[in-house]
Antibody, heavy 122, light 112 residues
Framework: EVQLVESGGGLVQPGGSLRLSCAAS????????MHWVRQAPGKGLEYVSA????????YYANSVKGRFTISRDNSKNTLYLQMGSLRAEDMAVYYC???????????????WGQGTLVTVSS | QSVLTQPPSVSGAPGQRVTISCTGS?????????VHWYQQLPGTAPKLLIY???NRPSGVPDRFSGSKSGTSASLAITGLQAEDEADYYC????????????FGTGTKVTVL
């Protein structure tokens, strides 16, 4: 059974940093591109970042470029999102999601984690 | 501002049929890129509902169906049930953008 379990969310002050993790199991993690998608309270889904199966390619939404860094450790079946210079508008539930391809070909998310809440407030 | 537009809300009585539109343009749906649909029940993560315009993953009831025509796609729910009350999002790829894809604006389905 495919499982994606996020952790690392919490309360952080504006300007602060946080690292999210997503532990994957039940599939060959190194074969799939992985994404972070967020959802602000009461809002829709927003792409945040993506990384190819071997970590060689990454994508960042303009809203987080230069502040967030995506990475993965295929030996640990874990996806990460290092978030810095956090702003109020970064407050959201962050989901990790599996892309159905190993790279960034047009595709879809076939599995999602349960999400982790990031609250940015002083 | 999403390039895929959905109605903010649709509603129907139990047993009825409702449809949700996802309107795009010549750089996404109209260019032939597939449309996928996700269901997000209250307080939960999104779940893949339809992929490749009209395919259902294992376990998704056949009450849910998808279609695509021109620059738009649609999700239909027939025999609406109380447990179908959720938010629904379409998703596709847009050749004019740098990212791996785009989400629709989302539609709240209310069962009356």
């Amino acid at each position: 059974e495919v499982q994606l379990v996020e952790s690392g969310g919490g309360l952080v002050q504006p300007g602060g940093s946080l690292r999210l993790s997503c532990a994957a199991s039940g599939f060959t993690f190194s074969s799939y591109a992985m994404h972070w998608v967020r959802q602000a309270p009461g809002k829709g889904l927003e792409y945040v970042s993506a990384i190819s199966s071997n970590g060689g390619s990454t994508y960042y939404a303009n809203s987080v470029k230069g502040r967030f860094t995506i990475s993965r450790d295929n030996s640990k079946n874990t996806l990460y999102l290092q978030m810095g210079s956090l702003r109020a508008e970064d407050m959201a539930v962050y989901y990790c999601a599996r892309w159905n391809y190993g790279d960034f070909l047009p595709g879809y998310f076939d599995y999602w984690g349960q999400g982790t809440l990031v609250t940015v407030s002083s | 501002q999403s390039v895929l537009t959905q109605p903010p809300s649709v509603s129907g009585a139990p047993g009825q049929r409702v449809t949700i539109s996802c309107t795009g343009s010549s750089s996404n749906i109209g260019a032939g890129y597939d449309v996928h649909w996700y269901q997000q029940l209250p307080g939960t993560a999104p779940k893949l509902l339809i992929y490749g315009n009209s395919n259902r993953p294992s376990g998704v009831p056949d009450r849910f169906s998808g279609s695509k025509s021109g620059t738009s796609a649609s999700l239909a729910i027939t025999g609406l049930q109380a447990e179908d009350e959720a938010d629904y999002y379409c998703q596709s790829y847009d050749s004019s953008l740098s990212g791996p894809g785009v989400f629709g604006t989302g539609t709240k389905v209310t069962v009356l």
